[in-house]
T-cell receptor, first 112, second 113 residues
Framework: KAGVTQTPRYLIKTRGQQVTLSCSPI?????VSWYQQTPGQGLQFLFE???????NKGNFPGRFSGRQFSNSRSEMNVSTLELGDSALYLC???????????FGQGTRLTVV | GDSVTQMEGPVTLSEEAFLTINCTYT??????LFWYVQYPGEGLQLLLK?????DKGSNKGFEATYRKETTSFHLEKGSVQVSDSAVYFC????????????FGQGTRLTINP
């Protein structure tokens, strides 16, 4: 059974650009969550989707957005990139809410 | 709001030593508690979990008991191996009907042969 797949694994962008990260959950999983990991702030919750609906959103500016498609795949978008957006972005999927979350390997975003 | 506090790292031990990583939490209601492990260059892997008070989660020789009276979920292992070197995160899921995880700051563990 394939795990959670995040693409791309590494990304380098320039300040002011926008970026889209993709997450394919484990087959059959309908819940997808996104987290930002930085050395200074640790792991912070971005948002959570279930059956194409955003159920929860973390304390991030509106530049951070996401969506989930009917096949449960999810994307997150960051517009007008800032240096501080450099981080490892992790996606997690689960069968439904309050069940075990499985994480992908993450996308390492570097903003220069 | 909900929060998790872990002992400061890094922690360095010799192989076969006893390990304890402290974790305490603040939450309303009855959260589920988790320990995740992150190896270099990897995402997070669930190590163990407990969903109600007095539950003991265990996996790969690691154990943690959900203590509601002390709001704690300390991670223990009787004899660590070099392969246990990683970063360990304590987390809680406190909102019913949601998948949001609140993480501690992580504890880097290094085991020397």
């Amino acid at each position: 059974k394939a795990g959670v797949t995040q693409t791309p694994r590494y990304l380098i962008k320039t300040r002011g650009q926008q970026v889209t990260l993709s997450c394919s959950p484990i087959s059959g999983h309908r819940s997808v969550s996104w987290y930002q990991q930085t050395p200074g702030q640790g792991l912070q919750f971005l948002f959570e989707y279930f059956s194409e609906t955003q159920r929860n959103k973390g304390n991030f500016p509106g530049r951070f957005s996401g969506r989930q498609f009917s096949n449960s795949r999810s994307e997150m978008n960051v517009s007008t990139l800032e240096l501080g957006d450099s981080a490892l972005y992790l996606c997690a999927s689960s069968w439904t809410v309050n069940t075990e979350a499985f994480f992908g390997q993450g996308t390492r975003l570097t903003v220069v | 709001g909900d929060s998790v506090t872990q002992m400061e790292g890094p922690v360095t031990l010799s192989e076969e030593a006893f390990l304890t990583i402290n974790c305490t939490y603040t939450a309303t209601g009855y959260p589920s508690l988790f320990w995740y492990v992150q190896y270099p260059g990897e995402g997070l892997q669930l190590l163990l979990k407990a969903t109600k008070a007095d539950d003991k989660g265990s996996n790969k020789g690691f154990e943690a008991t959900y203590r509601k009276e002390t709001t704690s979920f300390h991670l223990e292992k009787g004899s660590v191996q070099v392969s246990d070197s990683a970063v360990y995160f304590c987390a809680l899921s406190g909102i019913q009907g949601a998948q949001k995880l609140v993480f501690g700051q992580g504890t880097r563990l290094t085991i020397n042969p």
